[in-house]
């Protein structure tokens, strides 16, 4: 942010990235033909005269493009590369983001010295982005096309632009269009006040009387804290319909720090399944935030039957950033240690990798807790029993919402709630002799517990706890001998209970590739083919076997608790948006796997169906860089742990759309007009925010379309295929079409028999039965009971 303070004349230029998400490491004042020393960002002097560098005459330039127009100043300027200064420095170094105080009314020319090697990019007619405040406040693409040349290893990427506004206006530039860590806490907040109304308890009591224009259920929680004491937020989504006294269960006790002496997690629903959307895990990909919000604001919508429709069938579960560090840091694609955090999701390790490990374990959660399974397969207790804190129960019961009728703790502890770090302190009387969580010591006489209760069990041998206190005058008789419990910031004791859960790309890619070494995509920066896991010096134990569990994939790909996992990401190397999904042997469940995608082609002009990606190559390609299978991404690793069948990546370009589909009408769309009418086909636009969030409003109507009927405003019925069932024997022949030319030895597809098959069939009928009929049921109670008063 800019200091209120600065003062701005007209003859002074600098430039400054002091804020979050900026990124630029240096810059340095050319005049007519030679340029000076490097000044530090944060210096206030820019006007240098002792030059001697000839802009002209940079050597080992392999490529350079058209000239641009004439300019009054000139900037050389330096990115960070991710992790600059540090011994985890890597080589990404394509996002660049900041401002410029000064130079009203000149024209003014930046050259970025030393970014990944973009030509592609650039030759696509990728524009960098500009904002003025006050003044042009709404992020734009650059008005000029910028020029380009490859000098050695770093692309120099030059552009110029205006400054018109005010004299005391501030510009500022970036890679693509900025969305900042802070800037989402701030639309988080604005959502709070908007949707976090308290109506749960009207709609437990009188479930058929609904409240017009309220039936949005809304929860902002702390899924966990980042290395750098972010916070990692976690957004529950969904209507009242289905909700139960009981809440959702502190599984996990790494998770949910601020759970339950500031935030209650959300309440349980019956008979919904989990949309899962996370985006932003490689920072400087900010197509994925814009994605995500239109996806959001949509699913919000009050006015829209659709809308309503996804909030009765679904609980959305939405991570805006997941990897909040690098993003806060101004880094391109790691976190602070020079991680790709999208190759974690094989084996993430808390201390590491604290918002992989969270998502993965919320999954492993959802992925059991809202299984539609008529039949209990799996239970909390049994993949989470040791994070559960000395868990012991194995027969559980749902509803957790009370307190236990327990005595107060009276003169054993002193609390309070800090607010540096979020951290609780609990000084304690009496208090064993070894540490508790931190490196805490007897003399300090405090227990560092960040965010983590302290818990009581019965035991054989009588009351136990994870640290030794003085608990004689604990009245727990009417506790489960069972029960898990913990104290909260009142020091009142509860009982926390766990229920039993009732159950291919292109030939030339690669080469094209290879020629331009640099234009990194988010999944696709791939060298040699991985047949397993991460190559690993030596055998490491693993971080978190229990996310892992072979026993999750007893449940049924269409009885898991979790119906999509979405994770949003930019794209440096194609056009267009698209999706990369994974190969499934079987062809019902392939079919429904590239079903969803296709659907969303539909509803959007900017979603590319033929650019999707569904190999097996795709699937275990090595990171060219670092090494690192795509197994471990979060659509691999989950699909691989959980079966998830619908497990995809988004990818969205930074510049421009490969074609601009020609959208079929809406059905029924003349009534109440609040469907938007068919985009007429025409060239591929350069992106803007607004294509971005049309393409996540598409992947929330997707949803819907894929249940047959469902969808009041369907557009597949005026489509070529005219019917669902026409579209999904389209996709399947193609698949078998594909198949018999790959040969059925390189896709597995001849080791499916018959049977499998049958069985496939018959989950996917009583899935769509059962959905129907839960829909069906609930909507009619509720139109009975308002026909009846």
């Known amino acids: 942010m800019i200091p209120n303070d600065v003062n701005i004349s007209s003859s002074s230029v600098q430039l400054f990235a002091n804020f979050d998400s900026g990124n630029m490491l240096r810059y340095e004042r050319v005049t007519s033909s030679i340029s000076a020393p490097p000044i530090p960002i944060n210096s206030t002097e820019t006007d240098t005269t002792n030059t001697n560098h000839n802009q ?55 050259n970025i010295m030393n970014l990944n090697r973009q030509a592609r990019l650039f030759e696509m007619g990728m524009l960098p982005v500009f ?58 907040n604005t959502y709070d006040t908007l949707y976090n109304s308290q109506l749960a308890n009207h709609y437990l009591e009188r479930p058929s009387i609904q409240i017009n224009g309220s039936d949005i259920y809304y929860h902002r929680e702390t899924l966990c804290y980042s290395c750098d004491q972010n916070k990692l937020d976690l957004i529950t989504i969904t209507s009242y319909k289905g909700i139960t006294k009981g809440r959702e269960h502190h599984f996990d006790r790494n998770l949910f720090p601020d759970s339950p002496h500031l935030t209650k997690r959300p309440h349980q629903f019956r008979n919904k399944r989990v949309f899962f959307l996370s985006s932003r895990v490689h920072p400087g990909e900010t197509p994925a935030t814009f994605v995500f919000l239109g996806f959001l604001d949509f699913i919000l919508k009050t006015d829209d039957p659709r809308a309503r429709l996804l909030r009765d069938l679904f609980i959305f579960k939405l991570v805006p950033i997941l990897n909040p560090d690098g993003v806060q840091r101004g880094h391109y694609r790691t976190d602070q240690f020079g991680v790709n955090l999208n190759r974690m999701y094989l084996d993430p390790d808390f201390e590491k990798h604290p918002s992989i490990y969270a998502a993965k374990s919320l999954i492993a959660y959802h992925h059991i807790n809202n299984s539609i399974s008529p039949k209990p397969i799996l239970s909390i207790n049994d993949i989470f029993k040791d ?28 609390i309070r709630q800090t ?46 706890s994870n640290m030794t206190t003085e608990i004689d005058d604990i009245d727990i008789q ?51 083919f991985s047949s397993g896991q991460n190559n690993e010096n030596g055998v490491q134990e693993p971080k978190s076997p229990h996310l892992s569990n072979p026993d999750f994939l007893k449940i049924s790909p269409y009885e898991s608790g979790i119906a999509y996992y979405l994770d949003l990401h930019g794209h440096a190397s194609k056009k267009g948006c698209f999706i990369y999904g994974n190969h499934l042997p079987d062809d019902e469940q392939h079919t429904d796997n590239i079903l969803f995608p296709k659907l969303i082609s539909l509803n959007s002009p900017h979603f590319e169906y033929d650019n999707c990606n569904f190999t097996i190559k ?79 409003k598409a992947c929330a109507l997707a949803a819907i379309d894929i249940l047959p009927g469902r969808n009041p405003f369907t557009r597949v019925a005026h489509s070529t295929f005219k019917t669902l069932h026409t579209l999904r024997d389209y996709l399947k022949h193609q698949i078998r079409q594909q198949r018999n030319k790959m040969g059925n030895s390189r896709t597995g597809a001849s080791q499916i028999s018959s049977v499998t098959n049958n069985r496939v069939k018959q989950q996917q009928q009583q899935y769509l039965t059962r959905v129907t009929h839960t829909y069906r049921t609930t909507n009619n109670l509720a139109t009975t009971t308002q026909q009846q008063q």
Not at 80 to 94: F, H, I, L, Q
Not at 154 to 180: G, N
Not at 387 to 414: A, G
Not at 684 to 689: A, D, G, L
Request: glycine residues 6%; charged residues 25%.
């Open 387 to 414: 994070f559960m804190v000395h868990e012991k129960s194995t027969s559980l019961i749902q509803n957790n919402d009370h307190l236990l009728n327990t005595s107060q703790i009276q003169d054993k502890s002193t």
């Open 131 to 188: 904002r003025t405040v006050p003044g042009h406040e709404k992020w734009s693409r650059i008005y000029t096309r910028p020029c380009w040349e490859l000098n050695n290893e770093d692309f120099k990427l030059s552009f110029i632009h205006r400054i018109t506004d005010s004299k005391t206006s501030i510009t500022y530039f970036a890679f693509c269009f900025p969305h900042s860590y802070e800037d989402m806490q701030i639309l988080l």
């Open 478 to 528: 009417r506790a489960s001998p069972y029960a898990f419990h913990y104290v909260n910031e009142n020091l009142e004791l509860h009982h926390d209970l766990f229920p039993v859960v009732n159950d291919d790309d292109d030939e030339n890619e690669g080469n094209l590739r290879n020629q331009m070494k640099g234009n990194e995509g988010s999944d696709d920066e791939d060298d040699m």
């Open 618 to 696: 795709n699937m275990y390609m090595k990171d060219r860089r670092e090494g690192l299978s795509k197994e471990g991404s979060g659509r691999v690793a989950l699909n691989k742990h959980f079966g998830i069948l619908h497990s995809y990546t988004l990818e969205c370009s930074y510049a421009v759309g490969k074609s601009c589909n020609a959208i079929p009408p809406a059905e029924n769309e003349s009534h109440g007009g609040r469907v938007s009418p068919p985009t007429p086909c025409s060239l591929p636009p350069k992106f803007t925010i607004e294509h971005y969030r049309d393409v996540g």
């Open 56 to 110: 002209g005459a940079d050597t080992g330039v392999s490529s350079i493009s058209h000239p641009l127009p004439k300019h009054d100043i000139e900037f050389n300027v330096w990115t960070k590369r991710d992790c600059e200064g540090t011994a985890k420095v890597n080589g990404n170094r394509s996002w660049f983001y900041f401002g410029i105080k000064g130079g009203h009314g000149k024209c003014v020319r930046f």
């Open 419 to 464: 607010h540096f770090h979020q951290e609780t302190r609990f000084e304690t009387k009496t208090m064993s002799d070894h540490n508790i969580y931190n490196n805490s010591t007897l003399e300090e006489r405090t227990i560092n517990a960040e965010n983590r209760p302290f818990f009581i069990e019965r035991t054989e041998n009588g009351l136990t």
